[in-house]
């Protein structure tokens, strides 16, 4: 069971106070009910519980900030995003969350990487944060307060201080916060090639470059069929470093 089971299959609990605390431009709030709505999603569990919980996260944390514009998308080089300003659809506080991130990691380095997001959001309605998504001394003091531990390039360890504010977020939640061993969110699979992996069932490989591709083995006469990315990606994770 993936941690997207458990994000699914827990049972969101939205804050007394918290939609009382957070006021924002009212398309955020649409697109959250249309999100939680579809059922033809893979991700709309998933989005419902970080909805819950990043307004838990704004009311406890006493972040003073609109709720976000959340999204699941495949980012390059990050487990999250912070956009400033306004998106492509006019719309502000977007925080993005990482499809292969929300997929394999754990229910704790996911909403480690929704508090690492909100911040920015903080930072951005109540401080300076420069240019980009910049790691200032403002921001990195502000995580330390809830927990986070955050370098100037944006590393984090994923294990909240003890006795943290974030620490009784998840005991709260009953959800076990990761030892140094376990903290570090599994590494992507090495983009080395755009093309995608096809394979027929006798073991035949190919790759092309669209992801319809209705062909037959002239061996076996069986369809390729198209590699699941995630099992690809963990089974480059499982080959020794050295490969």
């Given at each position: 069971?993936?941690?997207r089971?458990?994000?699914?299959?827990?049972?969101?609990?939205?804050?007394?106070?918290?939609?009382?605390?957070?006021?924002?431009?009212?398309?955020?709030r649409?697109?959250?009910?249309?999100?939680?709505?579809?059922?033809?999603?893979?991700?709309?569990?998933?989005?419902?519980?970080?909805?819950?919980?990043?307004?838990?996260?704004?009311?406890?944390?006493?972040l003073?900030?609109?709720?976000?514009?959340?999204?699941?998308?495949?980012?390059?080089?990050?487990?999250?995003h912070?956009?400033?300003?306004?998106?492509?659809?006019?719309?502000?506080?977007?925080?993005?969350?990482?499809?292969?991130?929300?997929?394999?990691?754990?229910?704790a380095q996911?909403?480690?990487?929704?508090?690492?997001?909100?911040?920015?959001?903080?930072?951005?309605?109540?401080?300076?944060?420069?240019?980009?998504?910049?790691?200032?001394?403002?921001?990195?003091?502000?995580?330390?307060?809830?927990?986070?531990?955050?370098?100037?390039?944006?590393?984090?360890?994923?294990?909240?201080?003890?006795g943290?504010?974030?620490?009784?977020?998840?005991?709260?939640?009953?959800?076990?916060?990761?030892?140094?061993?376990?903290?570090?969110?599994?590494?992507?699979?090495?983009?080395?090639?755009?093309?995608?992996?096809?394979?027929?069932?006798?073991?035949?490989?190919?790759?092309?470059?669209?992801s319809?591709?209705?062909?037959?083995?002239?061996?076996?006469?069986?369809?390729?069929?198209?590699?699941?990315?995630?099992?690809?990606?963990?089974?480059?994770?499982?080959?020794?470093?050295?490969?």
């Open positions: 069971m993936d941690s089971d458990h994000l699914a299959q827990a049972q969101p609990t939205a804050a007394p106070h918290a939609t009382a605390a957070v006021v924002g431009e009212p398309i955020n649409v697109l959250r009910a249309h999100q939680e709505s579809i059922d033809d999603w893979d991700f709309s569990g998933d989005i419902r519980e970080l909805h819950a919980r990043a307004e838990e996260m704004i009311f406890e944390f006493k003073e900030i609109p709720i976000p514009c959340l999204t699941v998308e495949p980012l390059r080089g990050a487990c999250g912070f956009r400033h300003g306004r998106n492509g659809f006019g719309l502000r506080d977007e925080i993005a969350i990482d499809r292969f991130h929300l997929m394999v990691s754990s229910r996911v909403l480690d990487t929704l508090l690492h997001e909100l911040i920015h959001s903080w930072e951005e309605h109540h401080g300076n944060p420069g240019k980009g998504n910049y790691h200032t001394v403002s921001f990195r003091e502000k995580a330390r307060s809830l927990g986070l531990t955050v370098d100037e390039k944006g590393f984090s360890d994923c294990v909240p201080s003890a943290s504010p974030f620490a009784a977020f998840l005991e709260k939640h009953k959800v076990e916060a990761p030892t140094a061993t376990q903290a570090a969110p599994p590494a992507k699979p090495k983009r080395g090639s755009k093309l995608k992996l096809y394979e027929c069932p006798c073991g035949v490989k190919v790759r092309v470059g669209r319809r591709f209705n062909a037959k083995c002239l061996d076996c006469g069986g369809l390729f069929v198209l590699k699941d990315p995630v099992e690809v990606g963990k089974a480059l994770m499982a080959k020794p470093e050295a490969e």
